[in-house]
T-cell receptor, first 116, second 113 residues
Framework: AQSVTQLGSHVSVSEGALVLLRCNYSSSVPPYLFWYVQYPNQGLQLLLKYTSAATLVKGINDFEAEFKKSETSFHLTKPSAHMSDAAEYFCAVSGPIKAAGNKLTFGGGTRVLVKP | EPEVTQTPSHQVTQMGQEVILRCVPISNHLYFYWYRQILGQKVEFLVSFYNNEISEKSEIFDDQFSVERPDGSNFTLKIRSTKLEDSAMYFC???????????FGPGTRLTVL
């Protein structure tokens, strides 16, 4: 079975500092990987996804993530945190067969606090 | 931009009562999903639905749960006899026929008393 582990349930960063959120997955084959963001009292919004094209994936709001097969990781970064980035971030994997209609398996989430 | 909508945003019910959570997926999407998130826990998959059939369901999705697409626009989740442990945020999602990307609604917070 697939699983996703997000290291750190809470991360605190200063405004303007690097944001780094860690995600490791376990899957028998290279999966589809996703990062979603959940702002307070809202649903899940897709930030970016990896689907076996370029290993460095760029998403909305200057977020990017790098797929590293050797490390089974898909860490999310943003060079400079903004106050509006305060939210909960979820890494998810789908598969194992790459196809539409697959369920998503989510990590536990990382809540980001941005300090002024 | 098209979006998934869900009603109600908050539902309070008594234990043992039936509830129906409603979702309107994005209009041209063919795959529909329900997930739930118990407070402080992971988002968990419940069920996926395609071509008027359940395509996959989790262990959580027992006989108390059912899904239906009663017309061309709505997708519903019914819980027949609610339990305290059904209290959670329930998310509906949809995806297109050829896409891996799921679009989520804002959720319905279900509180069972």
């Amino acid at each position: 079975a697939q699983s996703v582990t997000q290291l750190g349930s809470h991360v605190s960063v200063s405004e303007g500092a690097l944001v780094l959120l860690r995600c490791n997955y376990s899957s028998s084959v290279p999966p589809y990987l996703f990062w979603y963001v959940q702002y307070p009292n809202q649903g899940l919004q897709l930030l970016l996804k990896y689907t076996s094209a370029a290993t460095l994936v760029k998403g909305i709001n200057d977020f990017e993530a790098e797929f590293k097969k050797s490390e089974t990781s898909f860490h999310l970064t943003k060079p400079s945190a903004h106050m509006s980035d305060a939210a909960e971030y979820f890494c998810a994997v789908s598969g194992p067969i790459k196809a539409a209609g697959n369920k998503l398996t989510f990590g536990g989430g990382t809540r980001v606090l941005v300090k002024p | 931009e098209p979006e998934v909508t869900q009603t109600p945003s908050h539902q309070v019910t008594q234990m043992g009562q039936e509830v129906i959570l409603r979702c309107v997926p994005i209009s041209n999407h063919l795959y529909f999903y329900w997930y739930r998130q118990i407070l402080g826990q992971k988002v968990e998959f419940l069920v996926s639905f395609y071509n008027n059939e359940i395509s996959e369901k989790s262990e959580i999705f027992d006989d108390q749960f059912s899904v239906e697409r009663p017309d061309g626009s709505n997708f519903t989740l019914k819980i027949r006899s609610t339990k305290l442990e059904d209290s959670a945020m329930y998310f509906c999602a949809s995806s297109d026929w050829d896409s891996d990307t799921q679009y989520f609604g804002p959720g319905t917070r279900l509180t069972v008393l």
